[in-house]
Nanobody
Framework: QVQLVESGGGLVQAGGSLRLSCAAS????????MGWYRQAPGKQRELVAR???????NYSDSVKGRFTISRDNTKRTVTLQMNNLKAEDTAVYYC???????????????WGKGTLVTVSS
């Protein structure tokens, strides 16, 4: 069984910073893409940032220049450094990863339970 566990959410004032972390655990053979998505109240879940296991990254336009995604393949973790936070960044942030549990299996997409980020203006 695979688990993605997020940490680091909370309340911060506009202009502040937060760092989110996500750790993958369980029966894991390999992890390809890892990333972060978010869902604000009344809105659809959207991509925030994503990283391949080779380190290629992509960001949504709304966070470029403010957020940085990084991962540690050895520790099976992915972090999201969020700077210059804005009220519109308020959302539940979800960790996401494509994981193969054996060398013979296809990747399965997994989600964490989410961590709430609230930015006060």
């Amino acid at each position: 069984q695979v688990q993605l566990v997020e940490s680091g959410g909370g309340l911060v004032q506009a202009g502040g910073s937060l760092r989110l972390s996500c750790a993958a655990s369980g029966t894991i053979f390999s992890i390809s893409d890892m990333g972060w998505y978010r869902q604000a109240p009344g809105k659809q879940r959207e991509l925030v940032a994503r990283s391949t296991n080779g380190g290629r990254t992509n960001y949504s336009d709304s966070v470029k220049g403010r957020f940085t995604i990084s991962r540690d393949n050895t520790k099976r973790t992915v972090t999201l450094q969020m700077n210059n936070l804005k009220a519109e960044d308020t959302a539940v942030y979800y960790c996401n990863a494509d994981i193969a549990t054996t060398r013979f299996s296809y990747n399965i997409n997994y989600w964490g339970k989410g961590t709430l980020v609230t930015v006060s203006s």
